[in-house]
């Protein structure tokens, strides 16, 4: 009886693994290098793009600058009326535009009360009293260059607006916040009469 051929023994599922590992060995190492590198590059990639973002975001930012606005200046200086200035300009820089201080201007009243350094705001106003003149109404908003923010100005500031005293403008501090100028008089903080003085030379 003929003997039975040899069969080689079955190898286990590790072992034919590793026989493949094996011969593949080279391939398959190059090929994870191969996605490490990939995976580098599109990192890479992604951090230059977000990096460019960022420079172009702040390019523009700059690139937009101040803005232009108009302010209205009247009383005694010499050309009265309404310039057009940047948005960073400050009270000095419209008084050269109004040709300074005519002869008739009261300088102390504007030394005490005027901030040169103070900024401009769109739409606002400075008037500047001859000398003797009544400080009243509008006179003595002679040192509001725009409009008092009522959400954030101080007793003093708030004292400047025709009709408001120290006791109420404590109280429209009291009050605060407001969400509309005419919050002052929902609020009861003034009376219709002392609102309509002052509706003109306030925001908030």
């Known amino acids: 009886m003929e003997e039975e051929s040899a069969q080689p023994p079955k190898l286990s599922l590790e072992e034919r693994i590793g026989e493949l590992f094996e011969f593949y060995r080279i391939p398959i190492t190059f090929g ?34 101040p803005t232009k606005i108009k302010v209205d200046i009247e009383g005694a200086v010499i050309r009265p009326g309404v310039y057009e200035l940047s948005s960073d300009q400050r009270i000095q820089d419209l008084l050269v535009l109004g040709g300074g201080l005519s002869s008739s201007a009261d300088r102390a009243y504007v030394a005490q009360n005027l901030n040169l350094a103070a ?16 400080r009243s109404g509008i006179v003595d908003g002679a040192n509001i260059l725009a409009k008092v923010n009522i959400n954030t100005a101080s007793i003093s500031e708030l004292d400047t607006l025709p009709g408001i005293g120290p ?35 306030i925001t908030y």
């Open 167 to 201: 006791v109420t403008a404590q109280k429209i501090i009291s009050n605060r916040p407001y969400q509309l100028p005419e919050d002052l008089k929902n609020k009861k903080v003034v009376n219709l009469a002392t609102f309509e003085k002052i509706k003109d030379l």
């Open 32 to 65: 994870i290098i191969g996605l490490l590198f990939l995976g580098l590059a599109i990192f890479l990639t992604f951090k230059n793009e977000s990096q460019k973002s960022g420079v172009t975001f702040l390019e523009e930012e700059n690139k937009s600058g």
């Open 119 to 134: 900024k401009l705001t769109d739409g606002g106003k400075v008037y500047i009293p001859q000398v003797g003149e009544v």
